[in-house]
C-alpha cells in the first residue's frame, strides 16, 4: 500500500500527534482530510490574518472648510443682529458663535438651514415657563 492509504487509515488522534511532532499549528475544528492535506505539504493551512485597523488620519488629514458665512442667510442674520443677536466666526474651529439669550456654536460647514436654525435657537424661542408658588411664600415640607 502506499502512503495515502496508509495516512487515511490513521485515526485522528494519530494524525494530530504527528502534526505536533513536526511542530505545525492545527485547531480541534480541523477535519480528518485538512489535517492528511497539512501532513503532506508539510505547513499548515491556518496562516495569520491580517488585523484591520481604522487608518491613520496623519498627513493625509483633509483641510479644513474656509470660514464663510452662506449668502443665502446673510440677510437673514443682518435682521436677526437688528433683534439683539450678536455673531463671530471662529476661523480656526470653522465656526460661527451666535450671543442672545442662550450661547451657540453652529459648524460652518453645514447647511445654511442649520446655521439660521441655530442662530434662531439662540433667542431661546421656548423658554420654559415658571409655575407653581409665588416668590415669598414659604414652603411646607412633609
Do not use: Y
Not at 493625509?60 to 449668502?71: G, S
Not at 446673510?74 to 480656526?92: C, F, P, S
Request: proline share 7%.
Amino acid at each position: 500500500m502506499t502512503e495515502e492509504a496508509k495516512l487515511e487509515e490513521l485515526p485522528i488522534h494519530a494524525l494530530r500527534s504527528a502534526l505536533k511532532d513536526q511542530k505545525i499549528k492545527f485547531t480541534p475544528k480541523d477535519k480528518k482530510v485538512d489535517l492528511i492535506k497539512m501532513l503532506r505539504s508539510g505547513e499548515t493551512i491556518h496562516k495569520p490574518k491580517e488585523i484591520k485597523r481604522a487608518p491613520i488620519l496623519g498627513e493625509n488629514k483633509p483641510k479644513k472648510a474656509l470660514a464663510i458665512v452662506p449668502k443665502e442667510i446673510r440677510e437673514d442674520l443682518l435682521a436677526l443682529g437688528a433683534r439683539g443677536l450678536k455673531w463671530t466666526i471662529n476661523e480656526e474651529a470653522g465656526c460661527i458663535n451666535f450671543m442672545a439669550n442662550i450661547p451657540t456654536c453652529a459648524n460652518l460647514d453645514q447647511s445654511a438651514k442649520n446655521i439660521l436654525l441655530t442662530a434662531k435657537s439662540a433667542f431661546g424661542g421656548n423658554l420654559p415657563v415658571e409655575t407653581g408658588r409665588p416668590a415669598g411664600e414659604p414652603v411646607e415640607w412633609r
